[in-house]
């Protein structure tokens, strides 16, 4: 069974300074690890993946993440926030190897404050 | 290429009403997935069909609802009778075979369904 714990429902930055998302998931198998956006009125858009290889993975829009595997995490981060950053993401896991569909953490709205 | 599309943007129908959901995949996906996000909770995988077969449907609620793929392209998902608990917002995704387990799913915008 797999499971994602997203800390915070909300996380508000003021803009240009660092995001930080959390993430900690639980996995029986080796992880496939998803950061997901959802702008308004948008489907959900794939920022990055972690599968093999780099545990620093980076994305699209300047976001980043890092697989940690002693810690069972994989924390979004982005140096400095925009205003377009505003949306909520969500952090998912699959198993590797032939697993079917995506568990999904509960999402997290970020709040870019001018 | 056309993205995965879904339709109706936004349903609202009555408890014990029908109401079917539509998706299109990217064309030549084999994976299609749908999943369903009830206000304040996660999104919850529902089922999978690779091409027209149902490969896991562990997800799905209950028997009021029904998917079906026929010919493999669009799939649907039939609610029968809605009930309240049924509202939220239902998307759907698709993947290429060689990308399945490599986060190659596309999603829709999703259809937000309110029973009232």
């Known amino acids: 069974a797999q499971s994602v714990t997203q800390l915070g429902s909300h996380v508000s930055v003021s803009e240009g300074a660092l995001v930080l998302l959390r993430c900690n998931y639980s996995?029986?198998?080796?992880?496939?690890l998803f950061w997901y956006v959802q702008y308004p009125n948008q489907g959900l858009q794939l920022l990055l993946k972690?599968?093999?290889?780099?545990?620093l993975v980076k994305g699209i829009n300047g976001f980043e993440a890092e697989f940690k595997k002693s810690e069972t995490s994989f924390h979004l981060t982005k140096p400095s926030a925009h205003m377009s950053d505003a949306a909520e993401y969500f952090c998912?896991?699959?198993?590797?190897?032939?697993?079917?569909?995506?568990?999904f953490g509960k999402g997290t709205h970020l709040i870019i404050q001018p | 290429e056309a993205g995965v599309t879904q339709f109706p943007s936004h349903s609202v129908i009555e408890k014990g009403q029908t109401v079917t959901l539509r998706c299109d995949p990217i064309?030549?996906?084999?994976?299609l997935y749908w999943y369903r996000r009830v206000m304040g909770k996660e999104i919850k995988f529902l089922l999978h069909?690779?091409?027209?077969?149902?490969?896991?449907e562990s997800g799905m609620p209950n028997n009021r609802f029904l998917a079906e793929r026929t010919g493999g392209t669009y799939s649907t998902l039939k609610v029968q009778p809605a009930e309240l608990e049924d509202s939220g917002v239902y998307f759907c995704?698709?993947?290429?075979?060689?990308?399945?387990?490599?986060?190659?799913?596309?999603f829709g915008s999703g259809t937000r369904l309110t029973v009232v």
């Open positions: 069909f690779v091409k027209e077969s149902k490969q896991d």
């Open positions: 995704a698709s993947s290429q075979v060689f990308e399945k387990n490599l986060g190659g799913y596309t």
């Open positions: 064309s030549g996906h084999d994976n």
């Open positions: 996995s029986s198998v080796p992880p496939y």
């Open positions: 998912a896991v699959s198993g590797a190897g032939g697993a079917d569909g995506l568990t």
């Open positions: 972690y599968t093999t290889g780099a545990t």
